[in-house]
């Protein structure tokens, strides 16, 4: 199986080291830049609770130098998903299925979310036959080109067909993970996955964009601890009003990520001057609220200052 994963941040990247670890895929990547350069001379290098380990892959800039995939991974940000139709093109074949391992409620998930795919490339030119939904769970960063730090004791990616159907190219995805020590999960339900996922995002990036600090170091503040928690339950109305409630306990789920010293994936993008994932986070789940008829008051007064605040930096 051959497996190119489109963008190769501290999330990309991992996910790559782990197929290729796993020995079941060739993999390549898509980069560019240090990451590019980094990746070519030294390979990967994951350095995480479980292992510490390196793995060479092939590293292109030009996606056509690599030639139609089993399978395409798409992991970047949010924003830049409008030029990645026309450029992932040389990777398709007719049946190559393409995953997107995105933050916060992806460009398939409906109607009426144009900003979410506003010039409707994505939607045009890969559509919904060859998406697949992925939720990835890893707090990591990119700490020199080709290096990447995971803090989270543990790590997964959760992937779904749109349709809730569980199929050979979602399963052999996980299992390709699951062989170089990550967690992969083919999932019926990846609405409700990526709405559990959410609920951390939610929770974390509007604060934590605020305090400019690492989660450990935000809500050891007893009054932003519950703050977190008045928005988690805000949340889960949110998710539950659109018929994907959150299974088990998300209290205990989200005192599980506070304590550690890790910084959400959009303040490190505000941080290093790159676009931010405010519509995909906020600003669509906000808007579903509202067309749901659920009030979010203390969400939406922390994303306005949030925004605000990026605005100013």
Not at 259 to 265: G, L, N, R
Request: with cysteine; charged share 20%.
């Amino acid at each position: 199986m051959k497996v190119a994963v489109f963008g190769t941040g501290a999330i990309g990247s991992h996910v790559a080291g782990r197929i290729a670890k796993g020995g079941r895929a060739e993999v390549s990547v898509i980069a560019r830049g240090p990451q590019l350069e980094g990746i070519r001379a030294n390979g990967i290098t994951v350095d995480a609770p479980d292992a510490t380990f390196n793995v060479k892959v092939r590293a292109e800039q030009d996606p056509a130098r690599l030639g139609p995939q089993d399978a395409v991974v798409i992991t970047v940000k949010a924003p830049a998903l409008t030029g990645v139709a026309d450029a992932i093109a040389p990777l398709l074949g007719p049946e190559t299925p393409v995953v997107f391992v995105i933050n916060g409620i992806p460009w398939w998930w409906g109607d009426g979310l144009d900003v979410l795919d506003p010039t409707g490339s994505v939607r045009e030119k890969i559509g919904l036959a060859r998406t697949i939904g992925g939720v990835v769970w890893s707090a990591c960063t990119v700490t020199s080109p080709g290096t990447v730090k995971v803090a989270s004791a543990t790590s997964k990616v959760v992937f779904g067909e749109l349709d809730g159907s569980i199929t050979p190219r979602a399963t052999a995805l996980a299992e390709a993970l699951q062989a170089g020590g990550m967690g992969g999960v083919a999932s019926p339900d990846i609405r409700t996955e990526i709405w559990t996922k959410l609920l951390n995002n939610l929770v974390n990036g509007p604060i934590c964009l605020l305090s400019r600090r690492h989660m450990k170091g935000t809500f050891d503040e007893p009054i932003l601890m519950e703050a977190a928690l008045t928005v988690m339950r805000e949340a889960l109305e949110i998710a539950k009003a659109l018929g994907h409630p959150i299974p088990g306990d998300a209290e205990k789920q989200i005192l599980r990520s506070v304590v550690i010293a890790h910084k959400p994936s959009i303040l490190q993008d505000l941080e290093q001057g790159r676009g931010l994932e405010f519509d995909a986070l906020f600003t669509v789940p906000l808007q579903l609220a509202r067309q749901a008829g659920v009030r979010a008051p203390t969400l939406e007064l922390l994303v306005a200052l949030a925004r605000k605040g990026a605005h100013a930096a």
